[in-house]
């Protein structure tokens, strides 16, 4: 008689104290690790995946619950293992948060992955198998010619962009990343053949790159992403795209030509700060060597390839006063970036602002492991160096106002379509300053916009789908 199939239980928690990006559809996006270890997980096993981006959790019956969760839906994750531990089916807990502080997932599981899964998941599955399934496992950087495909199949057909891994690290430390602890400083390069194997198997006309770097720091990367960007060209892959990058990104015009023929219509930059002094109080060290005042002639040069600009950057550095806080405001509305995240400093676990603000007694909310709901980049969480608390909070309320109110999107709607004259990069660029709009609507109570609405109010046509 064969033996019962075994039911493995992948759960995408979503917190429910801040819901962010989740308010918008177009900013949701697969949960890949699990279609990775998914791809290594033996055939006689039944997989599914519990997807709360579109879903309520309910209890379904499993022989083993992996969950992984970012800091900010970590408390989701542990309430959700509550649920089956308490029915004695065992739990895996991994990803960033749990690597960080694997002794406080420890209380919430069974076992926890600290690192990179892919290394250490069929040893795990084995000593499942077996009866013996460790309390810990430690991943280590494994040559990305040795990650599989993900099964895109499993993930939740109602995703509207799709997701794709490329490269993995980082040889910068910037103090507030989390990105050099988790994945090294080793920048590490898939297989251009397999990125586009894999990339032909996702459904979605749009993807997202997830890659911190998609172009790297040296000649050999550069040729990395040149490569992978032509072969989408040449195998007629008709799909837009968005993902990450340095200031350099805007340095090789072969880059910028290829990348938008292939389909580039967004790429995010961390900027951080218009000064030197909130750089330096960052560790921000590519963009000090390229220097604050070669931001708009970099974004031009990106602009004239037709791809829009989506700025990252950082409120209560401690270099910042009030008025710094305002002029940053100024700086971003008035510059060419089409698009931005305006986030307060958060000192996530695993990074240096954590442990600094730590030690300095800084950080105000360690009610754990409840107050990581907190730690989103809406709320504040530390005391700042130059204004109080309350300050910070109040002046990015008016902040937040003014740069995702109606006429600055706008306003910078227009603009971007007359930069890149790509009307493409101008809807990716306004609708994601709607979907950043939309994730005020839980700390500051913004009205929800649809890009929809927004268009239709500037009396311009969209293009047909």
């Known amino acids: 008689m064969a033996a019962r199939q075994k039911k493995l239980l992948f759960i995408n928690p979503v917190?429910?104290?801040?819901?962010?990006?989740?308010?918008?559809?177009?900013?949701?996006?697969?949960?890949?690790?699990?279609?990775?270890?998914?791809?290594?997980?033996?055939?006689?096993?039944?997989?599914?995946?519990?997807?709360?981006?579109?879903?309520?959790?309910s209890f379904r019956e499993a022989d083993l619950v992996g969950l992984t969760g970012y800091t900010s839906s970590i408390f989701r994750a542990y309430e959700i293992a509550a649920v089956y531990r308490e029915k004695s089916i065992p739990v895996i807990i991994g990803g960033i948060h749990a690597s960080m502080l694997p002794k406080e997932a420890g209380r919430h599981a069974d076992a926890v992955v600290v690192g990179e899964a892919e290394s250490v998941w069929p040893t795990l599955i084995r000593d499942f198998e077996n009866g013996k399934l460790q309390k810990l496992y430690h991943g280590t950087q494994l040559p990305l010619e040795q990650i599989p495909k993900a099964r895109h199949e499993l993930f939740n057909k109602d995703y509207f962009v799709g997701s794709l891994l490329t490269t993995r690290g980082c040889p910068f430390n910037c103090d507030f990343c989390t990105v050099t602890a988790f994945n090294g400083r080793k920048y590490r390069m898939r297989p251009v053949e397999d990125v586009l194997d894999e990339l032909e198997t996702i459904p979605q006309d749009k993807f997202f790159f997830i890659d911190d770097n998609i172009?790297?720091?040296?000649?050999?990367?550069?040729?990395?992403?040149?490569?992978?960007?032509?072969?989408?060209?040449?195998?007629?892959?008709?799909?837009?795209?968005?993902?990450?990058?340095?200031?350099?990104?805007?340095?090789?015009?072969?880059?910028?030509?290829?990348?938008?023929?292939?389909?580039?219509?967004?790429?995010?930059?961390?900027?951080?700060?218009?000064?030197?002094?909130?750089?330096?109080?960052?560790n921000k060290k590519l963009n000090l060597k390229v220097g604050v005042d070669k931001y708009?002639?970099?974004?031009?040069?990106?602009?004239?390839?037709?791809?829009?600009?989506l700025g990252s950057f950082i409120f209560g550095l401690d270099s910042d006063t009030v008025e710094d806080l305002e002029n940053r405001k100024d700086f971003i509305i008035n510059s060419s970036i089409d698009c931005y995240q305006a986030g307060i400093l958060t000192p996530m676990p695993g990074t240096k602002t954590y442990?600094?603000?730590?030690?300095?007694?800084?950080?105000?909310?360690?009610?754990?492991?409840?107050?990581?709901?907190?730690y989103s980049v809406e709320d504040v969480t530390f005391k700042p160096a130059k204004m109080e608390g309350e300050q910070l909070k109040e002046t990015m309320k008016k902040n937040w106002y003014e740069l995702y109110g109606k006429k600055t999107m706008a306003r910078k709607f227009m603009s971007t379509l007359r930069a890149t004259r790509n009307i493409e990069s101008a809807i990716w660029a306004l609708s994601t300053n709607i979907s950043y709009r939309n994730m005020g609507t839980d700390i500051y109570g913004l009205e929800k916009f649809t890009i929809e609405s927004l268009i239709g109010s500037l009396n311009i046509k969209l293009p047909e789908k």
């Open 15 to 57: 917190s429910e104290f801040r819901r962010g990006f989740l308010r918008s559809a177009g900013t949701k996006y697969p949960p890949l690790v699990y279609g990775i270890l998914a791809a290594l997980t033996p055939d006689n096993w039944e997989i599914e995946i519990l997807d709360e981006n579109f879903e309520d959790f």
């Open 215 to 282: 172009i790297g720091y040296s000649k050999q990367s550069r040729e990395h992403a040149k490569a992978i960007f032509q072969g989408i060209i040449d195998r007629g892959i008709r799909k837009n795209w968005w993902s990450q990058a340095s200031l350099n990104f805007a340095d090789d015009p072969e880059i910028l030509r290829l990348a938008s023929e292939s389909g580039c219509r967004l790429i995010f930059m961390g900027i951080e700060s218009e000064k030197t002094a909130g750089l330096e109080s960052t």
């Open 296 to 309: 708009e002639a970099a974004f031009k040069k990106i602009h004239d390839a037709g791809i829009a600009v």
């Open 355 to 374: 442990t600094e603000f730590a030690n300095q007694g800084r950080i105000t909310h360690t009610d754990y492991p409840r107050d990581w709901q907190y």
